[in-house]
């Protein structure tokens, strides 16, 4: 290889993430965030904005994040005209996203023609899910013909966790079974077996499962059509509302950032209140329904930023889930874990809680590294 350190590129509808990393070490080199990007060719030019910074670094190869990946893809891949073929095909099922995601692999190949790309999928670790999970109750040929049907997403967040968890815990990750809780602006829950996505909250689209930043996350289903007819608004404009208008911000009134209300709350603001109830009771009820789809619960993680960060989320949500022996250890909650491998719950509680941070930018490198390698070796 030319060099040791792996270009991680994450395109947005209006963004680019980067971060050049050493793949062994985890070591960042460099990272940013080009925003408000628009029109023809932005990524493109975000793309040459980046090269300005990382100029004079060797590059060994490059990993996208790919957001979707439908039923092609259960693993990361190699990037070559198939498979960029098979991205754009799943655009119907991410039309925000994956159209932006091609939209950096061309840019980047170009610049970068040389080295291997590789993608990595958001959906790939849940495609372990079994039938029983991931099948709508809806006519079986609009799964046979439009592949409607559950597919997930942070995959690369919660197989991160995952393998984290067996380590700071001594044991075998084919021995564990975990729920891993990603809670950004994003959120979504994972049910694990044996190191295998077995059910997750997210569905077709990142919309469905908990509630989020402005998500409104599972809702009645013909709450399309009443709002049509009776709020006067489209079908798009519902969409929109659900996707963009809902959750922390819709239930609030005035935020997506659960850092701001839980200062709100503080002060007494009541619909800060109600949203982060709701959000916390959502959780916690959404765990217990992927514990059906385990033997036993070995531990419980939380990660993402509010996972994280939140010692009040974390509170509320293990009270949610007494009915599992969850006893908070509140000295441990309130420095996140730190000084004790990620635990957060007692010694008496029957139900294990950590928190391990994520980080899905190694996990693309090091898939990227891994893919580069076997190429190289052929």
Same mark, same amino acid.
């Given at each position: +290889?030319?060099?040791?350190?792996?270009? !991680?590129?994450?395109?947005?509808?209006?963004? #680019?993430? =980067?971060?050049?990393?050493e793949p062994d070490s985890g070591d960042v080199i460099r990272r940013g965030l080009v925003e408000r990007l628009s029109?023809?060719?932005?990524?493109?030019?975000? &793309?040459?904005?980046?090269?300005?910074? #990382?100029? $004079?670094? /060797?590059? /060994?190869a490059v990993g996208h994040r790919v957001v979707h990946g439908g039923e092609y893809f259960a693993e990361s891949v190699l990037l070559d005209a198939d498979a960029i073929a098979k991205i754009a095909a799943c655009s119907e099922l991410a039309p925000l996203h994956n159209p932006a995601n091609l939209s950096g692999i061309e840019a980047a190949r170009e610049r970068?023609?040389?080295?291997?790309? !590789?993608a990595v999928f958001d959906t790939a670790f849940h495609q372990s899910l079994p039938p029983k999970a991931f099948m709508y109750a809806?006519?079986?040929? &609009?799964?046979?013909?439009?592949?409607?049907?559950?597919?997930? =997403?942070?995959g690369s967040s919660h197989r991160y966790v995952a393998t984290e968890t067996a380590r700071l815990l001594g044991k075998p990750l084919e021995r564990l079974d975990l729920v891993t809780a990603h809670l950004g602006n994003g959120c979504s829950a994972c049910a694990i077996h044996a190191g295998r996505s077995v059910d997750t909250t997210m569905g077709l689209t990142p919309l469905e499962g908990l509630v989020m930043g402005t998500r409104s996350g599972d809702v009645d289903p013909n709450l399309h059509d009443f709002l049509v007819e009776h709020a006067g608004l489209s079908l798009s404009e519902v969409t929109d509302l659900l996707n963009r208008k809902s959750g922390l911000l819709g239930?609030? $009134?005035?935020?997506?950032? +659960?850092?701001?209300?839980?200062?709100?709350?503080?002060? $007494?603001?009541?619909?800060?209140?109600?949203?982060?109830?709701? =959000?916390?009771?959502?959780?916690?009820?959404?765990?217990?329904? &992927? /514990?059906?789809?385990?033997?036993?619960?070995d531990a419980l993680v939380f990660t993402g930023g509010i996972g994280e960060h939140a010692?009040?989320?974390?509170?509320?949500?293990?009270?949610?889930?007494? !009915?599992?022996?969850a006893v908070l250890d509140p000295a441990l909650n309130a420095t996140n874990g730190v000084s004790s491998g990620g635990r957060i719950t007692g010694g008496e509680s029957?139900?294990?809680?950590?928190?391990?941070?994520t980080n899905e930018e190694l996990v693309i490198a090091r898939e990227a590294t891994r893919l580069a390698a076997s190429l190289l070796g052929r």
């Open positions: +290889m030319p060099g040791p350190n792996v270009l !991680v590129v994450n395109c947005g509808s209006s963004s #680019l993430k =980067f971060a050049l990393i029109g023809a060719g932005a990524h493109a030019r975000a &793309l040459d904005q980046v090269l300005e910074k #990382l100029e $004079g670094q /060797a590059i /060994a970068f023609p040389d080295v291997p790309h !590789v809806i006519p079986h040929e &609009l799964y046979e013909k439009h592949k409607v049907r559950r597919y997930g =997403f942070h239930l609030s $009134g005035s935020s997506n950032d +659960m850092r701001t209300l839980l200062k709100a709350r503080e002060q $007494g603001d009541e619909r800060a209140s109600l949203a982060i109830g709701v =959000f916390t009771y959502r959780l916690a009820k959404a765990i217990l329904g &992927l /514990a059906a789809a385990l033997e036993r619960v010692q009040a989320i974390r509170a509320e949500t293990l009270d949610g889930l007494r !009915v599992l022996g029957r139900l294990l809680a950590l928190v391990v941070p």
